[in-house]
């Protein structure tokens, strides 16, 4: 069902294209991904790929400020605006912000639903917490709620600063626990002039092509790190993305910052050659 839709999301699209249009479409970085895409939902199972880590065990976790470690979420959400001082941009929109207040005007940013959740920053999870907890024994006793009390695993991966970066509240909401996708060349708005995008029949969300690098890379390494499962098609979306959009000095700068709060970053980041390893 999936491959029929994707084949005649496409069909509709070039089918609307003159000569001169098909051949720019055919040039850009765009078909790229999407064909990588359609690879992998022609040819992959959507069988869960094997976890890397046979076992993490879980790393004592600190809460004061200038103590050097893991965090659990509440902790680090009292590091993060630190650790982004300068760099005060959302990561789907692009809009600068000052404190939790989002700056509209810069990023041409409309609500689609929520104005009051629009006007905040929050702390999005790249990987989302339901990915990181729905399968351990803690989510089917009591949720994320019985997580982030109990499971010390857990509370390691919800905190880790690799995975957190500031997004328009409304957007992290209607993100949820949505995969990354790429079905939409030239995006119709959803947020104004916001070029990420949700589909909710799908469930799928479009990030801004400026970040799609770093967001695979975070999700990579989160799967890495927590041996977590990725399905074939997903994995090859990132993989494709991670090699398209080259690490960028604003996630060697963020990277640095982790680094010194976390004692850990993302090593995809600091050694981008690993990338060979991770997608083969």
């Not at 650790?83 to 509209?104: I, T």
């Not at 104005?115 to 994320?144: N, T």
């Amino acid at each position: 069902m999936r491959t029929s839709i994707f084949l005649i999301s496409i069909s509709l699209s070039l089918a609307a294209c003159d000569s001169h249009q098909l051949n720019q479409v055919a040039k850009s970085g765009e078909v790229k991904q999407l064909a990588a895409l359609g690879e992998a939902l022609l040819s992959g199972t959507g069988q869960a790929a094997p976890a890397q880590i046979d076992k993490v065990s879980p790393q004592p976790l600190v809460g004061g400020s200038k103590e050097v470690g893991y965090r659990n979420f509440t902790a680090a959400k009292r590091i993060l605006p630190r650790l982004y001082s300068g760099m005060e941009v959302d990561f789907y929109c692009g809009c600068r912000y000052q404190g939790k207040d989002v700056d509209w005007a810069s990023c041409g940013y409309q609500p689609r639903k929520s104005e009051s959740r629009a006007s905040r920053i929050e702390w999005e999870h790249v990987v989302p917490a339901w990915v990181l907890g729905h399968q351990r024994q803690c989510w089917q006793q009591g949720g994320r709620k019985n997580c982030a009390a109990n499971d010390p695993l857990f509370q390691m991966a919800e905190g880790d600063l690799n995975n957190l970066v500031p997004a328009v509240g409304e957007v992290n909401g209607d993100r949820a626990n949505f995969s990354y996708g790429a079905w939409e060349i030239h995006p119709r708005p959803v947020y104004g002039q916001c070029q990420s995008i949700v589909d909710f029949k799908l469930k799928r969300f479009q990030p801004r092509e400026e970040v799609r690098g770093a967001a695979a890379r975070i999700t990579l390494y989160m799967h890495q790190r927590y041996g977590l499962s990725m399905s074939r098609q997903d994995k090859q979306l990132m993989c494709a993305w991670a090699r398209q959009y080259p690490v960028d000095e604003w996630e060697r700068q963020r990277n640095k910052r982790i680094m010194q709060w976390q004692g850990e970053g993302n090593f995809l980041v600091s050694q981008p050659e690993e990338l060979s390893r991770v997608c083969g």
